[in-house]
Each structure stands twice: as structure tokens, then as C-alpha cells.
């Protein structure tokens, strides 16, 4: 009976010791189940479409944690994609991931977010870039601007055959010039100064390539010339050049690109009708050509800075005049305003930069010939100057000195002018157009003006 009690009791022993065991086993992994976990990254600005390049900045809520990320759609991890150091340049269609590490927390879920670029400006005819890449255009087409092969218009959009990988276009009033995302620029349409910057001046209705043209991140176009920013800074410009728009200190019409003088750190630029105006790294605005309304701000017609301008964020051209947004959201406008464009309450032209009143929290601008559009950040936005065309997007005025809301519209990302007629980008790609469509510039089939927003389908 006793050798019973000690068997019995080394059983015991044994069993208490696997038990522990289990215990211990079960509170490791327990404790491994319940590790706080990093918390997700955040992308600012938001995913969505957009008319221009951005700096996505990622922050995870989470102190002290590392974050790694992808641009190709494949999976971040601990040892895989890039260490994020600071914002993110996506100048094209991109897939953004991010994941979030801190040593003795489980990883964060990887966040993934769809940026859009979007392509759009207009004239008498319409171009387009999906976020695919591929070009699309309507409208105008008597000199081949619309790059199909033919001089026939076309009221409704159309691909334009075997263009693929583009971001940016720019439109004159018969040329289209167009920025790939190797850094190319091709260009079709007219071309009687030169502006196609094939060295010749002989119209063309398929697209080529400027010659030896590269590395371009931001391109303009006035009505016969062209203007465009390399990735080193410097900018280069081509077309007509009777009142020194293409700023290389002669009035020489130019059908090659050539490089404009005293200018660098350039990030990017407008054009009016025979003006020129060039953002650099700085805050600055450089302006030159014609000056007859005093588009160019106080600055002369060789290259130099627009006095008073040091936070610039965003510049645009219309005819005769300028816009710049300041960094603060304010929006400052010089040079003809004779339709209100100006947007201070009068008529009179400005020679100085002058602040426009009642406007505020502005995400983007952009002109017509003689109306202006800002975008808000809140995804609304507005309009100002002539209306004759319903181009502000209500047929109730002629022209409005000041800004008015164009209504209908929410989630807008970025505004573009045409001629005589307006369009926007929303967040979600998608392209809406108003105003003038006497050449079927607004895509929508027909020829008749439309005093109110709707959307274009291609």
C-alpha cells in the first residue's frame, strides 16, 4: 500500500509539473493575442483624384513608430518597400501602402491608398488624361489639335490613338501639348509660330514628340507659345515670342524649346495670351512678356519677381491677367479687369497685386480669358469675372465683380478654364463642364451653351 502512495504521489508530482507547463504555455501565447497593436498610418492629403502632383505626407498615431511604404502595389513590411523619411512625391496614377512597426507591439494593418492624376484643359477644343494615362479629346479641329489624324470636329470625346503613360496636357487655341511621365512632351495642332517646338511651322493633326526634350515636370501654354519646367529647375520655352513671353531676352519667334534667362528653382507655370508667369521653390513669382494691363504685377518684360509676392503656392493666367495663391489660402490678382475678373468689386485694371476680398481657404485657382475659378478646401468653390457664356455656372448675371459659389457641385479638387467655358475634377475622377460649347468643347454631343454643371462621360 505504501509503494501505492509513492507511485500515486510522483504521478501527482508529474501531472502538477505538465499543468504548470500548460499554463505557462497559454499565458505566453495569451499575452502575444493581446500585444498593443500600432496604430494604422494616415495619408494627408486624402486619396482621390487630382490635377497636380502631390506630397502625401504618412503619420501613424503611434510615438516612436516606424513606417515603411510601396508605390508599386506590392506589401510593405519590417524589411520590405521604402523607409518613409518625409512626404512622397506621386506625380502619377499610384497605389500608396504604408505600414507602421514599433518594437513590442504587434504591426499596424497596412493602409492603401488610390491616388488619381487627372489631366484637363481646354480651348476651342477639350483635352483630357484619365488616370489609366490614356488621352482623350473633343471639340475644335480644324487645324488636327485633337491629335485623331483628321481636321474633322467632334462635339463627343475619343481616344486618341496610341497615346498611353501621359499626366499632364495644355491646350492654346488649336495646339494641344501633352507631358508623358518619363518626363516627354509631345505636342499637336497648329503650329504657325512654332509653338508645337518641332522646329518647324507646319501644322500637324498626330502627335510626336518635342525633339530632345526631357526630364519636363510641369508644362503651360498661351496662345502661341509654350513655357515648361525641367526637374533641375530651369525653364525652357518655345513659340511665339513678339512681346518676350518666352523671357530668353529677344523677341524672336522660337520653334524649338530654348531656355529662358535668370531663372531657377522653378516649380511651375502659366500663361496668358503673351505673358508668362513662373513659381520658384521660394514663394516667389517671376513674371514677363506683355504687360500692356500689368498682367506682369510690377515686374518687367525681361524675367524678374513680382513685387510683394514671397508665399506663393499656385499661379494661373487668363488673357490678360494673373492669379497667385498665397500659402495662407488667399488669392492675390493683377493685370485687365475689364469683365470683373480681378474679383475686387470694380472694373478697374490692376498694375500691383491686390488681394481678393471675401476669399479664403482656396486649394486651387485657374482662369479663362476673362473669368476666374477657385477650388476651396472644403470641396466647394467659386467664381468671378465675365458670364456671357454662363461660364460661372448661372445664367442669372453677365458678370460678377466678385466671387460667387457655382452650385451643384461638392467634392471638387481642382478647377480649369477654358475659353469661355469652366470644368472640374472631383475627388472621385470624375469630370464636370459648363459655359460656352459652341465648338462642342464641353464633350456632351451637342453645340448648345449649358448654363449648369453636368458630367462628361468617356
Known sequence: MGRVRVVFGIAFLVFLSFASCAVSGGSEELASSIMPVVDEPSFDPAPGASLTPRRVTITTATPGAAIRYTTDGSEPGETAGTEYTGPVT?????????????SGRTGSPVKTGVYERIGLDSGSHTVA????????????????QLGDGTTTARPEPARIP??????????????????????TVWSWGDNDSGQLGDGTTECRSIPARVPWLSDIASIASGAYHVIAVRKDGTVW??????????????????????????ISDAVAVAAGHSHSLVLRGDGTVWAFGSDSYGQLGGGGPSPGPVPGISRAAAIAAGDQFSL??????????????????LGDGTVLSRTRPRSV?????????????????AALGDGTFRAWGHNGMAQLGSAAVMASRTPIPVGRLEGVVGVVGGAYSSFAVKSDGTVWAWGDNAYGQLGDGTRQSRPVPFRIIF
Not at 496614377?93 to 512597426?101: G, I, P, Y
Not at 496610341?162 to 511621365?181: E, N
Open 90 to 102: 506621386i506625380a502619377a496614377t499610384t497605389t500608396l501602402k504604408a505600414v507602421a512597426f514599433r
Open 129 to 144: 488624361v484619365k488616370g489609366d494615362g490614356t488621352v482623350w479629346s473633343w471639340g475644335e479641329n480644324h487645324d488636327g
Open 162 to 183: 496610341g497615346l498611353s503613360g501621359f499626366v499632364a496636357v495644355a491646350c492654346g487655341p488649336d495646339h494641344t501639348i501633352a507631358l508623358k511621365v518619363d518626363g
Open 237 to 262: 520655352t518655345w513659340g511665339r515670342n513678339f512681346h518676350g513671353q518666352l523671357g530668353d531676352g529677344t523677341r524672336t519667334d522660337r520653334p524649338s524649346p530654348v531656355r529662358a534667362r535668370a
Open 324 to 341: 497667385v495663391l498665397d500659402s495662407d489660402g488667399t488669392v492675390w490678382a493683377f493685370g485687365e479687369n475689364s469683365r470683373g475678373q
Open 357 to 373: 476680398p471675401g476669399l479664403a481657404a482656396v486649394a486651387s485657382i485657374e482662369a479663362g480669358v476673362f473669368h476666374s475659378l
